[in-house]
């Protein structure tokens, strides 16, 4: 059985007049939406040029203020995507090398472990010769 999102229809004020949202998206999003509409028609109402233009030529400048907005959003996503792939590699480089020096450290240990059985056995064979050398005297 597939699932299918609920489809919200609300009403929203962009620029001072009422309309209808609708979509698969959360209220609370399509709110966000109309809100940032809201914040750019305001925007471009503060320069006055603006404001004298006509209405089809304040919705091209309106639209390419959000056109504006996307791409510079868009590059600065692709920056960060670029920025985590060479952390995600640093971190796959570091990982290898602490992989390397902990096998390093474990033959390293091992080598040790290797040495002290065999200061070991030198140390008995030193005492068995100088047991066998007061004996002989």
Do not use: P, W
Not at 69 to 88: G, L
Not at 125 to 137: G, M
């Amino acid at each position: 059985m597939i699932y299918m999102a609920k489809k919200n229809d609300i009403q929203v004020i962009i620029n001072k007049k009422v309309y209808t949202l609708s979509g698969y998206e959360s209220e609370e999003y399509l709110q966000k939406i109309a809100l940032y509409l809201n914040n750019k028609i305001e925007e471009c109402n503060q320069v006055e040029s603006y404001k004298t233009l006509g209405l089809e030529y304040q919705n091209i400048l309106l639209a390419i203020n959000i056109a504006d907005d996307y791409f510079k959003t868009k590059e600065q996503v692709s920056i960060y995507e670029e920025e985590i792939a060479q952390n995600n590699k640093k971190s796959y480089d570091l990982n290898h090398e602490m992989i390397e020096t902990q096998i390093k450290y474990e033959s390293a240990q091992k080598l040790v472990e290797e040495y002290k059985e065999k200061i070991n056995e030198l140390q008995k064979k030193i005492i068995q010769l100088e047991a066998n050398r007061t004996k002989e005297n």
